[in-house]
C-alpha cells in the first residue's frame, strides 16, 4: 500500500507515517518546513526510507496512491494544503484523517486498544504504561505524542502485531506472526482537539482530566466538552475498561455512563498514590500520571514488582519537564505544557526541583514562554494571567499563530497585552518578540544557580539550546 501524509512534520503524523512503514507500506510526505524524516528504527522494525517533500503541491498526489493521510487542521479552508486536497478528491483516493486511521489500526479486531485521553498527561501516561508493557513482556504497538528516550523516537512496532492494509482502508488484513493477534497491544493518545478521540476504538480508556482547552472546538465550553467525552465513553465494547481521575468532578459525571452500560470503572486519586513510587522526575503530578498507568497495566495482569521498578526507573518524556543541560551552574528545563494548568504544574515541578537539586541559595526561576495560538491565549486570557505565580523572572515572545485555524483579528503581537497584565500581578515581566529577543535577555540576567525554563508547544526550546551553546 502506498500513502501520502499531509503534514508529515508533526510529532504524531512522522510517527504514524514511520509505523505503516515498518508495517511494510510505502510512504511520501510533505510539510511546509523543511524536515528529516526516515526510520529511526532497526531493520527488524523498517526498510527504506520516507520520501519527503518541502512545501505543498498538488503534484504530490499521483494515481497509485491507495489514500492520502492528513491532519485534522489540514481540512480547514484556509489550509495552505487545499491544492493537494483537491487533487485527491478529483482522483477518487481515499482522504483519511490521521486519527481515523489510527482507529482503524487500534480497532482491528482481536487488538486490545489502550486509548489515553484528556487535556493533560496523555503523553507521559501513554509513554509509562508502554514502558511498563515492554517490561512485562506484553511487546505493544505504540504511537506516543513525544520521542520515548528508551526508544529515541515516539513509535513502537510490537513483534505480534504486523498488518497490511487493504485497498479499501476499512478492510484490515492480518498477518499475525510470533504470538498470534490475540495478544496484541496497541497503546496510543486520543487528542480532544476536532474532537479526534472519537475516531478510536480502544477497549480500555484512560481519561486525565477534563476542563476548558481547545475552545475553538468546543464552543460550548465545559458542557461541550463533557458531551463529547460522554460519546467517547460509549464507544468502549461491553467488556472495556474505563480509568479517570476521581478529584475530577466533570470526570466523576461522565463516568456513570460507563457504569450504566456494564463497563469496568477505575478511579485514581492524588490523595492515594500507587505504593512504591519514588519517581525521579519531580512534581505531583507525575506521581498521579503514574497512577494512571499502574492502574492500567495491574489491570492487564502486569506484577507489582515489574510496575513499580519500571515506574521508578522512568526519567520523564521529551518535552515534559525535559533537562537540558547546564552551563555556568545554570540548567535550563524544557517543558511542551502551554495551557494555563500545565503551566502551574511546570512551576510547581521546578520549584520542587530548585529545592531538592540546586545548592545556591539565591536561584532564580525564569521561564520564557511562546503562547500557542491567538484563540486558546484570547479565551483563557485571565488563567494566563494568573498563572506564573511563583516566577522570579518572565519573558514572553510573540504569539505563535497557527495556519488555519485562526480568526482574522488574530496578531502575534497580542502577547504585548499578556505581559502587561502579569505585571499588574507582581511578576517582573518583559516582553521579547523573537527569540532572539529572549536570548538576549536570558545572557543578562541569568546568574550561577538560576533555573530557566522554555514554556510552549512550538520550538521554543531552541532558545535554550541556544543559550547552553554560549
Same mark, same amino acid.
Given at each position: 500500500? #502506498?500513502?501520502?501524509?499531509?503534514?508529515?512534520?508533526?510529532?504524531?503524523?512522522?510517527?504514524?507515517?514511520?509505523?505503516?512503514?515498518?508495517?511494510?507500506?510505502?510512504?511520501?510526505?510533505?510539510?511546509?518546513?523543511?524536515?528529516?524524516?526516515?526510520?529511526?528504527?532497526?531493520?527488524?522494525?523498517?526498510?527504506?526510507?520516507?520520501?519527503?517533500?518541502?512545501?505543498? %503541491?498538488?503534484?504530490?498526489?499521483?494515481?497509485?496512491?491507495?489514500?492520502?493521510?492528513?491532519?485534522?487542521?489540514?481540512?480547514?479552508?484556509?489550509?495552505?494544503?487545499?491544492?493537494?486536497?483537491?487533487?485527491?478528491?478529483?482522483?477518487?483516493?481515499?482522504?483519511?484523517?490521521?486519527?481515523?486511521?489510527?482507529?482503524?489500526?487500534?480497532?482491528?479486531?482481536?487488538?486490545?486498544?489502550?486509548?489515553?485521553?484528556?487535556?493533560?498527561?496523555?503523553?507521559?501516561?501513554?509513554?509509562?504504561? %508502554?514502558?511498563?508493557?515492554?517490561?512485562?513482556?506484553?511487546?505493544?504497538?505504540?504511537?506516543?505524542?513525544?520521542?520515548?528516550?528508551?526508544?529515541?523516537?515516539?513509535?513502537?512496532?510490537?513483534?505480534?502485531?504486523?498488518?497490511?492494509?487493504?485497498?479499501?482502508?476499512?478492510?484490515?488484513?492480518?498477518?499475525?506472526?510470533?504470538?498470534?493477534?490475540?495478544?496484541?497491544?496497541?497503546?496510543?493518545?486520543?487528542?480532544?482537539?476536532? =474532537?479526534?478521540?472519537?475516531?478510536?476504538?480502544?477497549?480500555?480508556?484512560?481519561? /486525565?482530566?477534563?476542563?476548558?482547552?481547545?475552545?475553538?472546538?468546543?464552543?460550548?465550553?465545559?458542557?461541550?466538552?463533557?458531551?463529547?467525552?460522554?460519546?467517547?465513553?460509549?464507544?468502549?465494547?461491553?467488556?472495556?475498561?474505563?480509568?479517570?481521575? =476521581?478529584?475530577?468532578?466533570?470526570?466523576?459525571?461522565?463516568?456513570?455512563?460507563?457504569?450504566? =452500560?456494564?463497563?469496568?470503572?477505575?478511579?485514581?486519586?492524588?490523595?492515594?498514590?500507587?505504593?512504591?513510587?519514588?519517581?525521579?522526575?519531580?512534581?505531583?503530578?507525575?506521581?498521579?500520571?503514574?497512577?494512571?498507568?499502574?492502574?492500567?497495566?495491574?489491570?492487564?495482569?502486569?506484577?507489582?514488582?515489574?510496575?513499580?521498578?519500571?515506574?521508578?526507573?522512568?526519567?520523564?518524556?521529551?518535552?515534559?519537564?525535559?533537562?537540558?543541560?547546564?552551563?555556568?551552574?545554570?540548567?535550563?528545563?524544557?517543558?511542551?505544557?502551554?495551557?494555563?494548568?500545565?503551566?502551574?504544574?511546570?512551576?510547581?515541578?521546578? #520549584?520542587?526541583?530548585?529545592?531538592?537539586?540546586?545548592?545556591?541559595?539565591?536561584?532564580?526561576?525564569?521561564?520564557?514562554?511562546?503562547?500557542?495560538?491567538?484563540?486558546?491565549?484570547?479565551?483563557?486570557?485571565?488563567?494566563?494571567?494568573?498563572?506564573?505565580?511563583?516566577?522570579?523572572?518572565?519573558?514572553?515572545?510573540?504569539?505563535?499563530?497557527?495556519?488555519?485555524?485562526?480568526?482574522?483579528?488574530?496578531?502575534?503581537?497580542?502577547?504585548?497585552?499578556?505581559?502587561?497584565?502579569?505585571?499588574?500581578?507582581?511578576?517582573?515581566?518583559?516582553?521579547?518578540? /523573537?527569540?532572539?529577543?529572549?536570548?538576549?535577555?536570558?545572557?543578562?540576567?541569568?546568574?550561577?544557580?538560576?533555573?530557566?525554563?522554555?514554556?510552549?508547544? /512550538?520550538?521554543?526550546?531552541?532558545?535554550?539550546?541556544?543559550?547552553?551553546?554560549?
Amino acid at each position: 500500500m #502506498k500513502y501520502h501524509f499531509i503534514g508529515i512534520g508533526g510529532i504524531s503524523m512522522s510517527g504514524l507515517a514511520q509505523l505503516l512503514l515498518a508495517m511494510g507500506n510505502e510512504v511520501t510526505g510533505c510539510d511546509i518546513k523543511k524536515i528529516q524524516v526516515a526510520s529511526q528504527h532497526d531493520s527488524r522494525q523498517a526498510s527504506g526510507k520516507i520520501k519527503f517533500f518541502q512545501g505543498h %503541491s498538488e503534484n504530490h498526489i499521483t494515481k497509485d496512491l491507495d489514500g492520502v493521510i492528513v491532519t485534522a487542521a489540514a481540512l480547514h479552508d484556509k489550509s495552505p494544503a487545499k491544492e493537494e486536497i483537491k487533487k485527491a478528491e478529483k482522483l477518487d483516493i481515499p482522504i483519511i484523517k490521521r486519527s481515523e486511521m489510527i482507529g482503524k489500526l487500534m480497532g482491528k479486531p482481536g487488538v486490545t486498544g489502550i486509548a489515553v485521553s484528556g487535556m493533560h498527561g496523555k503523553t507521559t501516561v501513554s509513554t509509562m504504561i %508502554s514502558l511498563i508493557l515492554e517490561a512485562a513482556g506484553f511487546d505493544p504497538t505504540c504511537l506516543i505524542g513525544s520521542d520515548v528516550k528508551e526508544w529515541q523516537t515516539n513509535w513502537r512496532l510490537g513483534k505480534t502485531y504486523k498488518i497490511s492494509l487493504g485497498k479499501n482502508t476499512s478492510e484490515v488484513k492480518e498477518t499475525p506472526h510470533l504470538g498470534g493477534v490475540e495478544d496484541c497491544y496497541f497503546v496510543a493518545e486520543a487528542c480532544e482537539y476536532e =474532537r479526534q478521540m472519537l475516531d478510536f476504538r480502544p477497549k480500555i480508556l484512560v481519561i /486525565t482530566n477534563l476542563e476548558a482547552e481547545h475552545l475553538d472546538t468546543y464552543p460550548g465550553g465545559i458542557k461541550d466538552i463533557r458531551q463529547t467525552f460522554g460519546r467517547f465513553i460509549r464507544k468502549l465494547p461491553k467488556d472495556g475498561l474505563l480509568v479517570v481521575w =476521581r478529584e475530577d468532578q466533570n470526570l466523576m459525571r461522565i463516568s456513570q455512563i460507563a457504569k450504566k =452500560r456494564g463497563n469496568t470503572v477505575r478511579e485514581v486519586s492524588m490523595k492515594k498514590i500507587w505504593p512504591g513510587l519514588k519517581l525521579k522526575v519531580p512534581g505531583k503530578y507525575n506521581l498521579l500520571d503514574a497512577t494512571f498507568a499502574a492502574r492500567v497495566c495491574h489491570e492487564l495482569g502486569v506484577s507489582s514488582k515489574t510496575i513499580q521498578k519500571t515506574l521508578n526507573n522512568f526519567t520523564g518524556s521529551s518535552r515534559r519537564f525535559e533537562i537540558k543541560g547546564e552551563i555556568n551552574h545554570i540548567t535550563v528545563v524544557d517543558d511542551y505544557g502551554h495551557h494555563p494548568t500545565e503551566i502551574k504544574a511546570t512551576i510547581e515541578a521546578a #520549584k520542587e526541583y530548585q529545592i531538592s537539586k540546586i545548592k545556591y541559595q539565591k536561584s532564580k526561576l525564569i521561564v520564557v514562554f511562546q503562547p500557542h495560538q491567538y484563540t486558546r491565549t484570547k479565551l483563557l486570557f485571565k488563567d494566563f494571567v494568573t498563572a506564573f505565580k511563583g516566577v522570579d523572572k518572565l519573558i514572553i515572545t510573540d504569539i505563535y499563530l497557527i495556519s488555519g485555524r485562526e480568526p482574522a483579528e488574530a496578531r502575534a503581537d497580542f502577547s504585548r497585552e499578556l505581559v502587561n497584565e502579569i505585571k499588574n500581578q507582581g511578576i517582573d515581566t518583559e516582553y521579547a518578540p /523573537t527569540y532572539q529577543d529572549a536570548k538576549l535577555m536570558l545572557k543578562k540576567i541569568a546568574m550561577p544557580g538560576d533555573v530557566i525554563i522554555t514554556q510552549g508547544a /512550538t520550538d521554543i526550546y531552541k532558545v535554550g539550546e541556544d543559550f547552553l551553546k554560549k
